[in-house]
């Protein structure tokens, strides 16, 4: 898809589903904000959870085995299927052998991938879904779009008019969402009575008793296992448990993560085939439990070679809460009709899509993950989304053609092993070659950047879009800057070495200056070496490989800095998301643990000297000024952003704070012509939480540049308040 047509797709859902989708994300994590805030045992049970899983799917070949054993000696029957073909055709099977003509289902998202109702449909069978959003979806004849909110994109006045033209009613439905339901439970409760076959999905599988977990709201997926006589639960590999003991964490997180709830309506443990009677509803007359028959269908569908797959095997522990989704601030403005491939959506779904249906059903959504981070400490079991989908994007650029225009850009990256990687994505993954040679003659190179026929050029090739201003290079890099300064404090106690990020070294020393004055002035002795950028930008571009380079390469810069105990300051938040989570996949063991020990961001370290003893009283104080403080989201995903607000209400600010999920920036995101649009939407959700006056300060570069866009103003970082010239 070309980038033309990713921009017409994405505002064509915006305009479509942004609405409906954002009410109800915004309303689900507000939710779950709140009800985490006050679970205390959160991050114990996530470990537990997360231990489950990596053992289930380590012992998967002998967890099938054993539930195997278990379904047969109830009584069942179970089916391995090693693809949707394999699957759809024992399912026809089972309906053709029961002599059935109508099948009811709950909610699966296993059987979406299947497609499961189309290839029903096309044999001549009926096919009803119970659950309300899939009700709704099925006579629309669309895709889900949320995982677990299948019509989260439809309003109640869509869904009043759907169903108005669906049904022949003597009175029309009306647009409210009571009446509605009604309607729809009515419909529903009759084709469940009517029906021949229920076929569920299962949230887990206990293997060493057979049993299964639905987790709902509605209660139709018990109705639906055990109103027909016979019951099909189709379920992916991944699902199964060993014991019923291991279920806890799960119900506890499930519910709580995804919905906000402290349990969900309906907690429904099966141990089919049951031993409940039949019921004949048209006569009346219960049949014998013996004509029960229970089938349950393991998908594998591409599933055990994840498991083989050390960088997407992680997805597979993923329980289909989703609470990424709802944290994703371009999810909240698009839903899965854009955020999402053949089956699976949202931060998660590019993974799932990579490993159920290849690469090229991942591509056109992969990169609405900006790697904000924002979803991290939303799963319950601890998945590193941002880095499957960093993977999943290295694996698509690998498999590009070339670029026509590459030779614009020969000898810009070192990644020599991405020859499909395109000029956009080089570009910004190699933006510190970039700054370099800008910053040579940076008044021409400005120049230069600022000229329309240039800024034409940019967009056309490259994707950067013209309705953005390009920073401007300084006359000075920091480094440079530092180099000439003679040190106020030879014989501090303590020394730190100012990390010079990309930004603040080639863009905005000034905030750099202000940072090193700050230390200076508490007497604390600075050193600005030249190190290389983090690795963040080719990381974000899914180069992986020239991350891995730069990572090694600002260790190799740092460690003698490390071995003389000298602290590492970090302004941008995003390098120090890189030194203490991303560096763990990139550098050996030991080289990652003290790059994280030994790094801090600016205000956490000046809280900690306020803590031991240095008396920030000699910085600039205000006297209840009030002040607007945007955190960065990579600030927020490691708890740092209470450091800034703490050192600044303790120089005298009056403080309020945006609680967003992300700025839309996102680095280079908010600069690529196909996002742009999207990237001011996500925007609107902080414009709505920004004073019309006063000081507004962002700790994040890309969220300064947003807010920026915005108002029309320039926006400093706090530190810059905090510098003693600035009295």
């Not at 998660?348 to 993950?369: K, P, Y």
Request: aromatic share 6%; with cysteine.
């Amino acid at each position: 898809m070309s980038r033309s047509e990713k921009a017409a797709k994405i505002r064509h859902v915006m305009e479509t589903d942004g609405e409906s989708v954002a009410n109800s994300t915004l309303a689900k994590t507000e939710r779950t904000n709140a009800i985490l805030e006050s679970f205390e045992p959160y991050e114990e049970l996530r470990e537990e959870a997360r231990r489950i899983k990596e053992h289930a799917i380590e012992t998967l070949p002998e967890r099938i085995d054993e539930l195997t054993e278990a379904v047969e000696e109830n009584g069942g029957h179970v089916y391995l299927a090693q693809d949707a073909e394999d699957a759809n055709r024992y399912i026809e099977g089972v309906m053709a052998d029961r002599g059935a003509e109508h099948m009811v289902k709950s909610k699966s998202m296993t059987t979406e991938e299947l497609e499961l109702n189309d290839h029903l449909e096309a044999a001549g069978y009926e096919v009803t879904e119970t659950d309300l959003g899939e009700f709704i979806i099925q006579h629309a004849n669309e895709k889900p779009s949320h995982i677990t909110g299948p019509a989260m994109h439809r309003s109640p006045a869509d869904i009043a008019e759907l169903f108005n033209d669906c049904f022949d009613l003597e009175e029309p439905l009306s647009a409210d969402p009571e009446e509605l339901t009604e309607f729809a439970r009515e419909r529903v409760g009759d084709r469940i009575r009517d029906a021949d076959i229920g076929l569920t999905g299962a949230n887990f599988v206990v293997t060493e008793t057979g049993t299964i977990c639905l987790v709902t709201n509605e209660g139709n997926a018990r109705k639906t296992a055990v109103t027909p006589p016979t019951h099909v639960a189709v379920t992916g590999v991944e699902k199964l448990v060993p014991t019923v003991s291991d279920l806890q964490p799960f119900v506890e997180l499930i519910a709580k993560t995804g919905t906000g709830q402290d349990l969900t309506s309906y907690l429904s443990f099966l141990t089919p085939p049951v031993e409940t009677p039949s019921v004949d509803f048209d006569a009346g007359e219960y049949g014998p439990a013996e004509d029960r028959s229970f089938h349950l269908v393991l998908l594998d569908n591409g599933r055990m070679a994840m498991r083989e797959d050390e960088q997407l095997r992680e997805t597979l522990y993923c329980i289909r809460c989703g609470a990424c989704s709802n944290t994703c601030a371009n999810f909240q403005s698009t839903g899965g009709h854009a955020f999402g491939g053949e089956t699976y959506s949202g931060g998660i779904g590019t993974g799932w899509e990579a490993g159920v249906h290849g690469l090229d059903s991942a591509a056109d959504m992969n990169d609405l993950c900006t790697g904000c981070s924002r979803c991290v400490n939303k799963c319950p079991v601890k998945i590193d989304i941002p880095w499957i989908n960093t993977v999943v994007r290295d694996r698509l650029n690998r498999s590009n053609e070339p670029d026509s225009f590459d030779f614009l850009v020969d000898g810009l990256t070192p990644d020599e092993e991405s020859p499909g990687l395109d000029i956009q994505k080089r570009l910004f993954g190699n933006i510190e070659t970039m700054a370099k040679l800008g910053s040579i003659t940076p008044r021409i190179s400005n120049a230069a950047l600022g000229f329309g026929p240039v800024q034409t050029l940019l967009e056309r090739f490259a994707g950067v879009d013209s309705r953005r201003q390009l920073p401007s290079l300084a006359d000075e890099t920091l480094v440079n800057w530092h180099a000439k300064r003679s040190n106020p404090n030879p014989n501090a106690d303590r020394e730190v070495v100012l990390y010079p990020d990309l930004y603040t070294n080639y863009f905005s020393p000034e905030r750099g200056m202000a940072a090193v004055r700050v230390l200076e002035s508490l007497g604390v002795s600075v050193r600005v070496p030249a190190v290389p950028e983090s690795g963040r930008a080719p990381l974000s571009q899914g180069m992986i490989d020239t991350a891995d380079k730069k990572a090694s390469e600002v260790y190799a810069a740092l460690a003698e800095h490390i071995d003389a105990d000298r602290d590492i300051v970090v302004i941008e938040p995003s390098d120090l998301a890189m030194f203490r989570g991303d560096y763990e996949r990139l550098l050996p063991e030991r080289a990652a643990e003290r790059m994280a020990e030994s790094s801090y961001e600016l205000f956490e370290y000046l809280y900690g000297l306020s803590e031991n003893g240095y008396d920030l009283g000699s910085l600039p104080t205000a006297d209840g000024e009030t002040l607007t403080y945007h955190s960065h989201c990579q600030q927020r995903t490691l708890g740092l952003d209470a450091y800034t607000t703490a050192v600044l209400t303790e120089l005298g600010y009056e403080l309020s704070t945006t609680n967003v999920e992300c700025c839309g920036m996102a680095g280079s995101f908010g600069y690529k012509s196909e996002y742009y649009e999207l990237s001011m939407d996500v925007a609107s959700r902080l414009d709505e939480q920004l004073p019309d006056g006063g000081t507004i300060v962002a700790s994040g570069t890309s969220c300064g540049e947003q807010i920026a866009a915005l108002t029309a103003e320039e926006i400093p970082h706090p530190i810059t308040l905090l510098d003693p010239e600035s009295r």
